[in-house]
């Protein structure tokens, strides 16, 4: 699955910034949900201010991982979440490693960038 997402859009002299989103673990929209979260972005993090799981349900791996792509999709460097460990409260940091895109070399004159030999 391929997204564009931005995180502002112009309409005449109107800028929009997406700054919060509700996040609901459903399989319909509209029908009943396992787990609510909310997230506020501010600069280039994601927040995640709420988050509640119904009973006898978990936040699994994949769920942890829709943040994360959530979080690359919409070009952000990191977000955070806060947690109870060992009756302690946290709040924990996950950095995205965004996909390092190949820079051709620089092409000096007319030189191709590659060359031919017998």
Not at 12 to 38: H, S, T
Not at 44 to 52: A, E
Not at 84 to 112: A, C, D, R
Request: hydrophobic share 30%.
């Amino acid at each position: 699955m391929s997204y564009d997402f931005k995180r502002h859009l112009q309409i005449g002299d109107w800028c929009f910034e997406l700054k919060m989103v509700r996040a609901l673990k459903v399989d319909e929209y509209g029908k009943p949900y396992q787990a609510i979260a909310n997230c506020n972005v501010n600069g280039d993090s994601m927040y995640i201010d709420g988050l509640l799981i119904k009973d006898g349900e978990e936040f699994t791996k994949e769920d942890f991982m829709t943040f994360y792509k959530l979080t690359e999709l919409l070009g952000l460097d990191n977000f955070y979440y806060h947690r109870y460990q060992n009756g302690e409260s946290m709040t924990k940091e996950v950095k995205i490693k965004h996909k390092e895109q190949k820079e051709l070399p620089e092409q000096e004159g007319n030189s191709p960038l590659i060359k031919l030999v017998k």
